[in-house]
């Protein structure tokens, strides 16, 4: 988890407080350029930091070339894009699902990342519940939310329907009732390397802030069976093996994905 908030000098912000009692050092820093090759000749071990600033709260590496901030965006461009060019319902993720247009459906989108799944089944009128592990990517997720709820444009008509949980996947499968959600969504960190360098900037960023745990998954799956009324969707690489060595009822394929789709077990 990175350890160091930057911020740019001569800007104050309520969140600089927070993450100072959250442990990290907050530091103002006027070029960050020069800061980020101050610190390498200094050979500091550190390279990542959260970055805060009007658009939100980031990550970003220390790097003279460092590119701008990843953040968690539910208004993203691009996603706004693709809904209104021909994606939607009509997207593999939706497909796999089956969220269909008129018909509600009740998802756990159990790994949440950069929350890009959750804004497509969110935007296609789905109700999500939405569960992530790692404390710093929850801090994340929350000023993505809080930034969403006020988008003066109130582009995110449908943050309503996003139920919010601080917690990891097992911890909410555990408690959850059966028949909880129609679908529960498995997309956790999966080692690749191909996939890596085909993905976006986003995912490059968490492949190598956090790390993957494959023990988890036999677990993850056998209680998402349980709790899930009419299935599992499991995101994969295409070539990749199967979630905990266990075949799917059903895929579908993508180009360099693809969906593993599994019954509940009470459907057997
Ligand atoms: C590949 S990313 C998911 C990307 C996401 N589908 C998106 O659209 O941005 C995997 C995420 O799952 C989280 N994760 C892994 N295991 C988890 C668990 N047991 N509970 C909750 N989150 C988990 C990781 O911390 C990471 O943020």
């Known amino acids: 988890m990175p350890e160091l908030l930057g911020y740019p000098a001569n800007w104050d912000h309520p969140q600089i407080e927070v993450m100072r009692q959250r442990g990290l050092e907050c530091i103002a820093i006027d070029h960050y350029r020069k800061y980020c090759q101050r610190m390498l000749a200094e050979s500091a071990s550190r390279s990542w930091m959260f970055w805060l600033d009007e658009a939100g709260l980031g990550v970003r590496e220390i790097h003279p070339q460092a590119p701008q901030a990843v953040r968690v965006d539910f208004v993203d461009a691009a996603l706004q894009w693709r809904l209104r060019h021909g994606g939607g319902f009509g997207e593999m993720l939706a497909r796999a699902c089956r ?3 008129g018909e509600p459906i009740r998802i756990c989108d159990a790994t949440a ?3 890009q799944d959750t804004s497509l089944l969110l935007s296609l009128g789905a109700e999500v519940w939405l569960c992530e592990r790692s404390t710093w990517m929850q801090w994340l997720i929350e000023d993505g939310i809080l930034r969403a709820r006020q988008d003066v444009q109130q582009r995110c008509t449908w943050l309503n329907q996003l139920h919010w949980t601080a917690m990891s996947a097992l911890q909410w499968l555990q408690s959850a009732p059966q028949g909880a959600c129609d679908v529960v969504y498995l997309d956790p960190m999966y080692p ?3 996939r890596q360098a085909r993905s976006s900037r986003a995912m490059a960023v968490l492949h190598q802030m ?3 745990d494959p023990e988890q998954e036999p677990q993850l799956l056998t209680l ?3 709790i899930a ?3 599992i969707v499991v995101k994969r690489p295409r070539q990749a093996d199967f979630m905990a060595q266990i075949e799917p009822h059903h895929q579908v394929f993508g180009q360099s994905s693809r ?3 599994y019954l509940p077990c009470r459907q057997l």
């Open 99 to 101: 969220v269909r247009a």
């Open 113 to 115: 990342g950069w929350c």
């Open 192 to 194: 690749d390397r191909q």
């Open 210 to 212: 956090l790390p993957d």
């Open 224 to 226: 998402a069976r349980q």
């Open 229 to 231: 009324e009419r299935r």
């Open 259 to 261: 969906f593993d789709i």
